[in-house]
């Protein structure tokens, strides 16, 4: 079974603020994504990462890929009380013709004006 | 911007009833997914579905659920006999030949 641990789980902080949020597994994954859920909401994808080491940037948010393609992290740069949100990683598996995604638990994070 | 459409947003159901959640993918789409997610913990994946036919599914896709694509548009989620512990959202998901997942808004299942 492969197992994708989120950390924190929960995340609190003052607008403005920098934060990381962890993704971590035992697990090689062909590539890992970031979804943001809202409540009573679908995820919405943010981001794919594919390749060992890969750095994306999205305006304030960093995503890394490990080299082991294991784990990754989100970094946010000055926070905003818009990014407030439930954050998901999601590491896809495929085996011969078919894939799916394993998804972690998720940060919560609230940002506070 | 395209989406995926699902229907209905909310159903609630007595326990033992049949219900069929709908779904209208991306229109280009190939693969099409369902997951639920029960409430305060992680999505799980349910079913993957390409070329007219299942590619894989989890534990929890047993002989109570299926999928059709009954035309060029729809992609169901039927539940034979729901339990209890059938409640959750769930999330049907479609996405191209490469990138992520696109989901829908999903449907609340409540099983009374």
């Known amino acids: 079974t492969q197992l994708l641990e989120q950390s924190p789980q929960f995340l609190s902080i003052q607008e403005g603020e920098n934060l990381t949020v962890y993704c971590n597994s035992s697990?090689?994954?062909?590539?890992l994504q970031w979804y943001r859920q809202e409540p009573g909401e679908g995820p919405v994808l943010l981001v794919t990462?594919?390749?060992?080491?890969e750095v994306k940037k999205l305006k304030r948010l960093t995503f890394q890929f490990g080299d082991a393609r294991k784990d990754s992290s989100l970094h946010i740069t000055a926070a905003q009380p818009g990014d407030t949100g439930l954050y998901l990683c999601a590491g896809k598996i495929t085996q011969g013709g078919s894939e799916k995604l394993v998804f972690g638990k998720g940060t919560k994070l609230t940002v506070n004006p | 911007e395209p989406e995926v459409t699902q229907t209905p947003s909310h159903q609630v159901t007595q326990m033992g009833q049949e219900v069929i959640l709908r779904c209208v993918p991306i229109?280009?789409?190939?693969?099409f997914y369902w997951y639920r997610q029960i409430l305060g913990q992680k999505v799980e994946f349910l079913v993957s579905f390409y070329n007219n036919e299942i590619s894989e599914k989890s534990e929890i896709f047993d002989d109570q659920f299926s999928v059709e694509r009954p035309d060029g548009s729809n992609f169901t989620l039927k539940i034979r006999s729901t339990k209890l512990e059938d409640s959750a959202m769930y999330f049907c998901?479609?996405?191209?030949?490469?990138?992520?997942?696109?989901f829908g808004s999903g449907t609340q299942l409540s099983v009374l």
């Open positions: 697990s090689v994954f062909s590539s």
């Open positions: 990462v594919v390749t060992g080491g």
């Open positions: 998901a479609s996405r191209g030949d490469r990138g992520g997942l696109f």
């Open positions: 229109s280009n789409h190939l693969y």
